[in-house]
Antibody, heavy 120, light 105 residues
């Protein structure tokens, strides 16, 4: 079955960078776009961007452009999201999600989430 | 960018109640609208996609409708496991966008 397993919680200081991983299994890695979505404490869901695991092509939400980098390693079926110049407002749970193929392309599988805490 | 709104922001309901949540897009999105349920401390789970298509394994008490700018998620008879937060999401344009959520208490 499809599984997305994310790396563990991180605590970072303001100005630092964080890199979160999402290990995939149970399906053809290069066949599905992967997205990152974050959720600040007590808040809603915020879409960050996507990566095409086949080509490595990416699209980032304007809010994160210049600070976020999404990459993949096809040999081990893992995607990564690196966020730089962290601020306290970046404290959130970060989810990876698989974009499925039917109409409206919903996220049919999600990672368990990775809590990133930014604190001095 | 397309903006999504939801109403109400929260609602109180009892087991067995019929619950309706509304989602509105700032412009036409045809039927490119998904609904997710999120339990506390968990990742979201897709319930309905393309406005009205029930995701495999989702109970039939959930249903979606709408097209264009106005959409509805209905729970025909609320069950204890349905107390959660519900989000709509548009995928008509990039960037994708979620609504602010509706908490069912």
């Amino acid at each position: 079955q499809v599984q997305l397993v994310q790396s563990g919680a991180e605590v970072k200081k303001p100005g630092a960078s964080v890199k979160v991983s999402c290990k995939t299994s149970g399906y053809t890695f290069t066949g599905y776009h992967m997205h990152w979505v974050r959720q600040a404490p007590g808040q809603g869901l915020e879409w960050m961007g996507w990566i095409n695991p086949n080509s490595g092509g990416t699209y980032y939400a304007q809010k994160f452009q210049g600070r976020v980098t999404m990459t993949r390693d096809t040999s081990i079926a893992i995607i990564y999201m690196e966020l730089s110049r962290l601020e306290s407002d970046d404290t959130a749970v970060y989810f990876c999600g698989r974009e499925s193929l039917p109409a409206a392309r919903p996220f049919d599988s999600w990672g368990q989430g990775t809590l990133v805490t930014v604190s001095s | 960018d397309i903006q999504m709104t939801q109403s109400p922001a929260s609602l109180s309901a009892s087991v067995g109640d019929r619950v309706t949540i509304t989602c509105r897009a700032s412009q036409n999105i045809d039927t490119d609208l998904n609904w997710y349920q999120q339990l506390p401390g968990r990742a979201p789970k897709v319930l309905v996609y393309a406005s009205y298509v029930l995701q495999s394994g989702v109970p039939s008490r959930f249903s979606g409708s709408g097209s264009g700018t106005d959409f509805t998620l209905t729970i025909s008879s609320l069950q204890p496991e349905d107390f959660a937060t519900y989000y709509c999401e548009q995928t008509y344009n990039t960037p994708r966008a979620f609504g602010p959520g509706t908490k069912v208490n």
